[in-house]
């Protein structure tokens, strides 16, 4: 019995300090994991700062885009407001007075000369022709008798050439009897488009009534009235252009086609048509343009997008990109046109101008290009 009770004293015995050496085991291990999940969150700690540095970083950065300066052509141009003509345009008037019977041709219609317009109640002018036909006719057999007998020797030199007077009127009378008749068709007096119909079918008109009008729009023109100071730099051929704001910006190429050679001392000025090419089929009468005329060009000048010039106190300014900063520098401008302007000094070939972002940016201010635009 005492050997059963020491037996089962030394088991607990074991089974304690083995539960002592376990428990331990697994608080080092545990220990040992502490450690690492430590570490590893003290290493995420330093990435995320070094994440947040570089973030506030680029916040301190102004956005803008670039567009890199180029070569190519640009003119200088003498500008004037003007309306689209055209060397053709007609008001139609009857020769006769009459019914309108039928309308022939509408607003629109392109015709040739010599299509008709409309036709006028031609009752009373046919029976007018065939009236001065059978009077001619009769004077006609009357001149013949009268020729035979002076053949003859039996009528008088006066006499006959008093028939020979009577045929002639009788001839005249039925002509115009027959162009009268004619006329009761009136025709397009021009190659050309119907700008307008003024006339309706019933109504009665007189030679003082304007019925159509048409108009040529094969030869379109444009009068200018240019200061006198430019009379010299005028010549006959000259090159230009021709836009409107209302067909975007397309742009019509011209000529100058007439100098008048007189200034008007009212104004101080002198007129210049200028013609137009065949390229002008968006353009029509009466239309508002600006006119170019280039006076002088410049085939290799360094330009830039007008967009990008900052206005100073008078003077003109780009902010040119170097090592991501913006730099405030001062240009000289020689031509220019609607978008585009010549550098004559400041900026050289290949620079980056920013285009969007530089109003309001400071000599030297730290940026980040986002986008570089191409020329098109």
Known sequence: MKNIYKTLVLVLLLSSLLFAACSGEHAEGENKVNSSDSSATDSSKKVSAKLAEAKEEDLDLVPVEIFE??????????????????????????????????????????????????????????????????????????????????????LSKEEYDKASLSLEQAKL??????????????????????????????DRVTPNDHIYSMVNLENIIATVHVPEKELSSIKINQLTYLSSDYLGDEKFEGYVKRISPVVNPATGTFKVTIGLGDNHKGLRPGMFVNTFIVTMT?????????????????????????????????????????????????????DKVIIVGQNGLKDKTKVKVVKERKIS
């Open 173 to 202: 009378s039925w002509q115009e009897a027959k162009l009268n008749l004619d006329r009761t068709i009136v025709r397009a007096p021009i190659d050309g488009i119907v700008s307008l119909r003024n006339v309706r079918q019933g």
């Open 298 to 350: 410049n085939n290799n000048a360094l330009l830039l997008d007008k967009d990008a010039i900052v206005y100073d106190n008078d003077k003109r300014f780009v902010f040119v990109v170097k090592d991501s900063l913006a730099l405030k520098i001062a240009v000289e401008i020689g031509f220019e046109d609607a978008s585009t302007v010549e550098i004559l000094n400041g900026v050289s070939d290949s």
């Open 69 to 154: 300066v180029w070569r190519g052509a640009i003119s200088s141009y003498i500008i004037l407001s003007s309306t689209v003509e055209t060397e053709q345009y007609v008001d139609v008037y009857p020769y006769l007075t009459g019914i309108v019977a039928t309308l022939l041709a509408e607003e629109g219609d392109d015709l040739r000369k010599g299509a008709p317009l409309l036709r006028l109640d031609a009752e009373e002018y046919q029976l007018r022709e065939a009236k001065a036909l059978t009077g001619y006719k009769s004077v006609q057999s009357e001149f013949k008798r009268a020729r035979a007998q002076f053949n003859k020797e039996l």
